[in-house]
């Protein structure tokens, strides 16, 4: 299609390639029921009254491709009994919780496609260099490392918020921050957990000591040095006449593969929300 007929098409369904225009038409394959229409009650549903004119209203949803069960596993139940108690802060806090763990499994799926593509291309039409080992790098995967780092970083703010709605010490902390100069990632919340619920404090320590002071430095590392120092792209070995050339997989500064790296950060926090979740106190009537 030459871009003339491409614009034309555009035109006749109605699309606008203008910048400022802010929606487009297009022919549904169905023909769905016209509903010009609303109904009140005022006896709490026993009767309706038909009104002219549609509702102020959107219907949200998601498709089930691009939702993740593990994580309403962990959520959902909580979100449910915190709705019967009433405490619309939490369950609120909880559905950003939820918002973020789906974008953390985003960019981890993102990292393992792109990883899966370029392997297929160096396996299916590869052209050797020879003398010294390159490293082409690619922005996709680079940005969704960092991206993939800023997003768990975040979760962790967003479960101690949640945990502030119901441990008081937790209230004014925003953030999985640290205490003091030591460096130790969530230190603060670490300290104001050990005084009333030590149990919950062993936990992130536990999962601290783990996992989680090393995703934060290298998230501090992309927040306040612009790249992750030690992170590399595809590094293919130069050609010596063996029949074969060996290329090594993206890898973090650790020298963990990344794709493996972000699969086990992610289980390791569905795991961390999990425990947590249930281990946390009622709310005080």
């Known amino acids: 299609m030459s871009q003339d007929d491409s614009k034309e098409k555009k035109k006749q369904d109605g699309i606008s390639e203008h910048p400022k225009v802010s929606a487009f038409n297009v022919i549904p394959r169905n023909t769905p029921e016209v509903i010009?229409?609303?109904?009140?009650?005022?006896?709490?549903?026993?009767?309706?009254?038909?009104?002219?004119?549609?509702?102020?209203?959107?219907?949200?949803?998601?498709?089930?491709?691009?939702?993740?069960?593990a994580i309403h596993a962990?959520?959902?139940?909580?979100?449910?009994?915190?709705?019967?108690?009433?405490?619309?802060?939490?369950?609120?806090?909880?559905?950003?919780?939820?918002?973020?763990?789906?974008?953390?499994?985003?960019?981890?799926?993102?990292?393992?496609?792109?990883?899966?593509?370029?392997?297929?291309?160096?396996?299916?039409?590869?052209?050797?260099?020879?003398?010294?080992?390159?490293?082409?790098?690619?922005?996709?995967?680079?940005?969704?490392?960092?991206?993939?780092l800023y997003q768990v970083k975040s979760s962790l703010d967003l479960l101690g918020q949640a945990l502030g709605s119901r441990i008081p010490p937790l209230v004014s902390m925003t953030t999985f921050k640290k205490k003091g100069k030591t460096g130790h990632a969530g230190g603060a919340v670490i300290t104001a957990l050990s005084r009333n619920f030590p149990e919950l404090a062993e936990l992130f320590e536990k999962h601290r000591f783990q996992w989680i002071q090393k995703l934060v430095d290298m998230r501090d590392t992309v927040a306040h040095y612009s790249q992750l120092r030690g992170f590399h792209c595809f590094i293919e070995e130069p050609f010596l006449g063996k029949g074969q050339i060996t290329i090594h997989f993206p890898s973090m500064p650790t020298g963990e593969r990344v794709d493996t790296y972000c699969e086990e950060t992610y289980k390791n926090l569905l795991d961390l929300y999990s425990t947590v979740l249930n281990m946390m106190p009622d709310r005080k009537k």
Not at 138 to 146: D, G, K, S
């Open 74 to 148: 962990i959520i959902d139940p909580i979100i449910k009994k915190v709705v019967s108690e009433n405490d619309n802060q939490l369950s609120q806090k909880l559905h950003d919780c939820a918002h973020k763990l789906h974008g953390v499994k985003y960019h981890l799926e993102t990292i393992q496609k792109e990883v899966a593509k370029r392997v297929e291309e160096f396996q299916k039409d590869y052209s050797a260099g020879s003398g010294v080992s390159t490293e082409i790098k690619n922005p996709r995967l680079v940005y969704e490392t960092e991206a993939f």
């Open 36 to 69: 010009d229409y609303h109904l009140t009650s005022s006896d709490g549903g026993k009767h309706w009254e038909k009104h002219r004119g549609l509702l102020s209203a959107i219907i949200c949803g998601t498709k089930p491709e691009d939702s993740d069960p």
